[in-house]
């Protein structure tokens, strides 16, 4: 190279590396502004399609097959069941029953038992003689709690669990009632005792005579009879009369006890003076009674004058748990009625946890304590 030219390039260098830079910045530019003219929505699709025509390495996972596990959800539903075994014939899958030597004999006196393994049937020990207790183990193959025997006899199945909830004769016991009752399922007439389904339900409660007798006066006809009570409202006394078969009421006739006079006995005792020395000092006291008839339901009470106070029963009530629950009120004497057998209250009886009632089967004359 020549000196001028040498001269020129050190002279210039500057010059030259800011065109250099000037230039490729040009280049730069032109690039860039050819990428933006493509539009975003362009690239988009551009990928897009690329994406679809991509294909993978594999064709995925094969479907998973549930046969197996179809077949193990079944059985869990209906387990397979080892058949009967024939006792008369050996097998190895299941062994003999046996029990350990007992003595069954109740006479303390007897010989004991030598307690080896014997067969579970066997009446006697084949190993020293002594007597067994037998216990008969009932077949139930459907586990509804009845025997395979006793549903075959009574015309149900031995499979079927659900009929244990059911009521053949429609008596209002099930069948599974009746098994453990040892009744006939089939028979309507046989069943456990209604009243066992009773329960008492509340205290006892007393009821009382809203009035009392006080007196009684002479009139052309009879007499006429005087009975008072206490109003709650005024705590002054009503007068109530009546003469013999006529309703006890108001005098204006507004009033209505329910009670009839039916009967009365005019009779006096001669007791002695409270207060007296002498305990043959006397006198005569009226002790006149009126027998009152309840028109509701012809209960009758023998009522002494002047004795406030007069019970007229004592009333609890029972619960009938069986089917469609109800109750009812009950004092001594009521009848009831439970599916068609009859009951009546023969006694109420106060006890330490509440109380207890005596009711009679009309029918068979037996009695049942509820409580």
Known sequence: MSAS??????????????????????????????????????????????????????????????????KMLRQMKTPPRLGA???????????????????????????KGCGKPIPADAETCPFCGVKQHVVKIEADADHDGMSNEWEVKYGLNPNDPSDAKKDLDGDGFTNYEEFVAKTDPTDKESHSDYADSLVVSAPLKHTSLPFYFSAYSRVRDGYRFTFRRKDAKTKFDSTFSCLLNEEIGSPDGKVKTGWKVTAFEKKEERRTIPGSKDPNLKRAVDISTVELKREKDGKVLTVTIRVPDIAVETETELTYKRGTERKFSVS????????????????????????????????????????
């Open 5 to 70: 030219k040498q001269n020129f390039f050190a002279a210039h260098w500057d010059w030259l590396a800011a065109a250099a830079g000037f230039a490729a910045l040009a280049v730069a530019a032109a690039l860039y502004a050819m990428s933006l003219g493509d539009s975003p929505e362009a690239s988009a699709d551009e990928y897009e399609t690329q994406l679809k025509a991509m294909k993978p390495s594999h064709e995925g996972v094969p479907p998973a097959n549930l046969d197996l596990l179809q």
């Open 85 to 111: 075994i024939d006792a008369k014939k050996a097998n190895f899958l299941a062994s003999e029953g046996r029990v350990f030597c007992q003595q069954g004999d109740s006479d303390p006196k007897a010989k």
């Open 332 to 371: 001594k004497g009521t009848e009831f009625e439970l599916n068609g057998s009859k009951y009546r209250v023969e006694k109420l009886a106060a006890v330490e946890n509440g109380c207890e009632v005596t009711v009679v089967d009309l029918k068979t004359k037996k009695e049942k304590i509820i409580r």
